[in-house]
């Protein structure tokens, strides 16, 4: 039986944050959502927060903690998850539990090309890819057309450009991008909940079955499906960056067979309601982090 039932969730207006105000409502828990923006609020109490880049969000996070006295925060936007991880010892010594990433894990989880790099050279299959200062011929005659560009750091969404030509490559500033080769098909995501000793409580894979712009941004809906192959290469890329708490790990199809890492999250996933056993075992490990007191 959970005693303290208040709990803390960032990033409300994202899918990720939608998800689990939703879930935790839904068992009648007592929620205080904060965005960088005004959105619908479902939730007990709501706070606008600086961006995770502005020097006061810091001392913002930590003034809400202190107010509402939550024993549980849940960071869904992938540009807190470094400070919040970085704080972590600070949010805990208030009393608030945070199921989350070293700051190590995060740093290389949260830069496609750092991940790209470290997961190559683990054997674990990635798109092919380049860095922002590739002489554009490079790119062309390495990647193929088409290909695709995102953001090295943070959500890629909406940034996600695909180049079908050539000539597409000059007409846009490449600093902070990370060039990929297109990986066509099927796109799933590994929904996994991770123990602080590594062990993996929970894992369900998401099929995306419709893509929005072109497939290069959310799924407008996704199916659950058996795939041990995505779930054995997860679990391996989990464990060589140490990650913990609730991850989603993304994976295309090359050749529409071989499973290939597209990127890593290390948070709560979109569509984690449709893997709901991720925050059942987000649940459980806040639960038994409240009878033992050992957040540790």
């Not at 995060?106 to 299959?125: C, E, F, P, Q």
Request: hydrophobic share 40%; glycine share 8%.
């Amino acid at each position: 039986m959970l005693h303290n039932r208040s709990i803390m969730i960032t990033g409300i207006g994202s899918h990720a944050g939608r998800s689990a105000v939703t879930y935790f409502k839904a068992k009648s828990f007592q929620v205080t959502g904060t965005d960088t923006r005004e959105v619908k609020r479902p939730v007990d109490s709501f706070y606008l927060t600086p961006k995770a880049d502005d020097m006061n969000f810091t001392s913002t996070m930590m003034d809400i903690i202190r107010r509402e006295r939550p024993s549980l925060l849940i960071p869904t936007l992938t540009e807190e998850l470094p400070v919040i991880s970085s704080i972590r010892k600070e949010i805990e010594w208030e009393g608030c539990n945070v199921l989350i990433s070293s700051p190590t894990a995060i740093d290389i989880a949260n830069d496609r090309l750092k991940t790209s790099i470290i997961m190559a050279g683990h054997g674990i299959a990635v798109p092919a890819f380049c860095d922002e200062v590739t002489p554009v011929d490079e790119i062309a005659d390495k990647l193929g057309f088409p290909l695709l560009s995102k953001p090295r750091v943070g959500r890629s969404g909406r940034a996600a450009v695909i180049y079908r030509r050539f000539e597409d490559l000059f007409d846009t500033s490449r600093e902070g991008l990370v060039f990929q080769e297109y990986i066509t098909g099927a796109v799933f995501n590994l929904n996994m909940f991770i123990e602080k000793d590594g062990m993996i409580s929970s894992a369900v894979v998401l099929e995306k079955t419709c893509l929005n712009n072109g497939g290069t941004v959310s799924a407008l809906s996704v199916e659950r499906v058996d795939r041990t192959d995505i779930v054995r290469l997860g679990a391996t890329a989990a464990g060589i960056l140490r990650l913990e708490g609730p991850v989603d790990i993304e994976f295309g199809l090359r050749h529409k067979c071989n499973p290939v890492l597209l990127e890593i999250n290390a948070r709560l996933g979109s569509n984690s309601l449709f893997a709901w056993e991720t925050l059942d075992c987000l649940l459980d490990a806040w639960g038994r982090s409240l009878l033992t007191g050992n957040y540790t």
